[in-house]
Structure formats: structure tokens, C-alpha cells
């Protein structure tokens, strides 16, 4: 079993799956996808309120 993540590593997932999210955002706007907008919409609000499961 892998050993938990340090507080440091834990900020940096937290910041990776926000800008994922953007990267996200910025396809579906680009392109007309809805889907990739509410998916990154969905993935900051649940890593901004602490509810999302990065591991």
C-alpha cells in the first residue's frame, strides 16, 4: 500500500486537477462542447468545496 500523500503533494494534485479543469473549459468553449464545459465546471466546484476524490 502506497504511503499518503504529503501536504505538498496534496496542494500540487489539487492544483494539476484545477488546471485540467480549465484546460478543459477553454476546449469545450473553443469548440462548442458542452460537455468538456460542465465537466470542468463540475471538477472545480467539487476541488474548490473539497468534495473530489483525486486519488
Keep these: 500500500m502506497a504511503a499518503p500523500f ?18 478543459g473549459i477553454s476546449y469545450g468553449t473553443a ?3 458542452p460537455d468538456f464545459l460542465g465537466i470542468g465546471a463540475v471538477r472545480i466546484r467539487e476541488t474548490t468545496t473539497g468534495q473530489a476524490d483525486l486519488h
Design 31 to 33: 469548440h462548442g462542447d
Design 6 to 23: 504529503t501536504p505538498e503533494e496534496e496542494n500540487q494534485l489539487t492544483a494539476l486537477s484545477v488546471l485540467d479543469a480549465v484546460s
